[in-house]
């Protein structure tokens, strides 16, 4: 890794934010990690990720929640780092039918005390979780940064695509690098227990139902964590320039004049869900009991990305099939809740 100084992490006790702190701190790089450790999904998780992050010398802990404004400022000017990875954020499309302010407290407000942040203590590279998500409404095929995304269907979708602006502003205003991921349906090993693939396999095992919305034919870019730790670490090594060529007379949304970039990571490969259930079961050795609903207000029926800018500026895209992924997940949920 190029850049010198200790790595900060938010969300760092979280699904990516662990697999990437796990995977720093065992090429040697000092990690501070930072985590409200709030109770949207279990705690008890989180904490067993924690006491795998602490085995490492060379990583510290801090919880602190992201709206705390002083904590967080005082926090990144004591650890100085020359890359901050925001990962911490409230997740979830359904949840923010129902609980909007909190996504306008962390995702918004959060987000901004990080940008000022890294501001003032001169942080050389800001990389972020964007989303899928914000594509929306639009059908074209494959999702491209450099399509517009302006017509989110979710209060979490409209917060991630603000994030794009307010990086944006900021790398404009202050010559700070940001780069922009959007995720697409991460899967794995220690996953959010809110996902389908979590929620499917302790269905399953109990012999449960599970819920198959939009039928069950509705697509997801699936995306294994190895390949977004992988995406992520190299486009920390690579921080956000300006794009030479950016016209203002035909603004290209995923450049800039600016130390500006978004690219998307995802799996190249929209995979139906009925697919992964099968995958699944197989992996499993049981059946799914399903139980066929409509598509949920917020979610969009299919996504797919073009990871073509990512593959540009790294040399790497996402390559690991949801036949070998699920295997790997079905593995470690068997081992860590003794199934």
Known sequence: MTASGPILITGAAGFIGFHLCQRLLAEGRQVVGLDSMNEYYDVTLKRARLDRLNQFPNF????????????????????????????????????????????????LGGFLNILEGCRHASVRHLVYASSSSIYGGSTRMPFSVHDSADHPLSLYAASKKANELMAHTYSHLFGLPTTGLRFFTVYGPWGRPDMALFLFTRAILAGEPIDVFNHGNM??????????????VRV??????????????????ATSSAPYRI???????????????????????????????????????????DVSSLEEATGFKPEIPVEIGIPRFVEWYREFYRV
């Open 219 to 232: 697509q997801r870019d699936f995306t294994y964590i190895d390949d977004i730790v992988e995406g992520l």
């Open 236 to 253: 920390m090594e690579h921080p956000a320039t300006s794009n030479p060529d950016w016209k203002s007379a035909a603004p290209d949304p």
């Open 263 to 305: 690219h998307n990571i995802g799996g190249n490969a929209p995979v139906q869900l009925n697919r992964l259930i099968e995958v699944l079961e197989e992996t499993l050795g049981r059946k799914a009991i399903r139980n066929l609903m409509p598509l949920q207000p917020g979610d969009v029926p299919a996504t797919y990305a």
């Open 60 to 107: 510290r802990f801090e919880q602190v929640d992201l709206t705390d404004r002083d904590r967080i400022a005082a926090l990144i000017l004591s650890v100085s780092p020359g890359i901050v990875v925001n990962l911490a954020a409230q997740a979830g499309v359904r949840y923010s039918l129902t609980n909007p302010h909190a996504y306008a407290e962390s995702n």
